[in-house]
């Protein structure tokens, strides 16, 4: 397996987001090292799935060889990297045409998450240098948030921008898993502007890292 810590695991899955496109994630949950992903495929592969495997099988993913398994129904695709615990499962959309569309905003997320795990790998990286110790660890899992103000938005948009107004937000919550207190305050150095908000009866500390909205461990 690959070592490095979260840093070395964000590294292979900013890359699996830009090598096995076009990808929308659905589920991100990082354990230390262990890091796996669900996606949906933007469209049915033409042909079927079978050369969509294919054509994949023969391409180096992240700079690793990926394994894929696909399941009875033809709808479920695990891919494995080799020398990773970097993991996904592919969920296949209908072939169904009328299928409701997904959304034109939901193109723009795999580009913001990449762009967010490729700072929090090198945020970790910085601090491991900082602080010395060994490798930090962190949890870290993708959810999607309600939008607020989405009906107003929508109702106001021009037909032809509907697609682009977002119903939910993509959101990383990150806790430390293990690293030291000069770890810890090395990485809380880095951060842009923390803001705090009220979730239930806790307060949140929040950052926006390259643009992606992150609540920060207490």
């Known amino acids: 397996?690959?070592?490095?810590?979260?840093?070395?695991?964000?590294?292979?899955?900013?890359?699996?987001?830009?090598?096995?496109?076009?990808?929308?994630?659905?589920?991100l949950n990082l354990a230390g090292e262990d890091l796996e992903f669900t996606f949906v495929?933007?469209?049915?592969?033409?042909?079927?799935?079978?050369?969509?495997?294919?054509?994949?099988?023969g391409t180096g993913v992240a700079g690793l060889v990926p394994r894929f398994f696909v399941d009875a129904s033809g709808r479920r695709i695990r891919v494995e990297?080799?020398?990773?615990?970097?993991?996904?499962?592919?969920?296949?959309?209908a072939e169904d045409?009328?299928?409701?569309?997904?959304?034109?905003?939901?193109?723009?997320?795999?580009?913001?998450?990449?762009?967010?795990?490729?700072?929090?790998?090198?945020?970790?990286?910085?601090?491991?240098?900082?602080?010395?110790?060994?490798?930090?660890?962190?949890?870290l899992e993708l959810g999607y948030r309600p939008e607020a103000g989405y009906e107003a938005r929508l109702a106001a948009a021009h037909e032809t921008a509907k697609g682009w107004v977002r119903p939910v937000r993509?959101?990383?919550?990150?806790?430390?898993?293990?690293?030291?207190?000069?770890?810890?305050?090395?990485f809380a150095d880095e951060l842009p502007e923390v803001t705090s908000a009220r979730r239930w009866i806790r307060r949140r500390r929040t950052a926006r890292i390259m643009g992606l909205e992150v609540e920060l461990p207490p």
């Open 81 to 93: 990297l080799a020398g990773s615990a970097v993991r996904a499962v592919i969920v296949v959309p």
């Open 170 to 186: 993509p959101v990383l919550g990150m806790r430390w898993r293990t690293a030291t207190a000069a770890q810890r305050k090395a």
């Open 41 to 57: 495929l933007s469209e049915h592969p033409p042909g079927g799935v079978t050369p969509w495997v294919q054509q994949w099988s």
């Open 97 to 139: 045409p009328a299928s409701p569309h997904r959304g034109r905003w939901q193109d723009q997320v795999p580009t913001a998450l990449k762009l967010a795990l490729e700072e929090i790998a090198r945020m970790l990286s910085r601090c491991h240098h900082y602080a010395g110790g060994t490798e930090p660890l962190i949890d």
């Open 1 to 27: 397996m690959t070592g490095g810590g979260s840093s070395a695991a964000l590294v292979i899955g900013s890359a699996f987001l830009d090598d096995l496109g076009p990808l929308f994630p659905v589920r």
